[in-house]
């Protein structure tokens, strides 16, 4: 089964969250490619209900902005081989762990990781802030999408 059927197997609401935990030496990792490509593809998993989008969850500090960037690829690529139209898929930012003094600027992450302009939120999760605003506008974004 590919993903663009999973996405759209059935009328349940599935919203899928990415989020790879940031590797304190990830650039000396070598199987980063690796672990990066089987998160992703466990969004298969999600093949009993389907997903219908997604929140990318952005590690803000700056250590972590190279894998923020192969990992908005690899997802980019993985749907649009899977037959899923990109510019039209559910999809909501999340730019964590804004509450750091290492967190790159909004401005800046919002040029490298959103030329779509889909919605963005600034979270601490640890606190709570700003997750269930992006919860939110992901789950109006897939009403939308049903819609259609």
Known sequence: MTLAKVFRKNKNIIIGAIHLPPLLSYKDFPGLNIALKNA???LKAFE???VDGVIFLADSQLECLEQNLTSMVELKEMMEEEGVDWE???LVLQYNKRDLT???PVA???KLLNPRSVPEFETVATQ???VLE???SAASQVLKSLKN
């Open 128 to 130: 709570g802030r700003g």
């Open 88 to 90: 039209n898929f559910p």
């Open 134 to 136: 992006a919860l939110k």
């Open 108 to 110: 800046e992450l919002k």
């Open 102 to 104: 290492n967190a790159i």
């Open 48 to 50: 009993s209900g389907g």
């Open 40 to 42: 992703l593809a466990d």
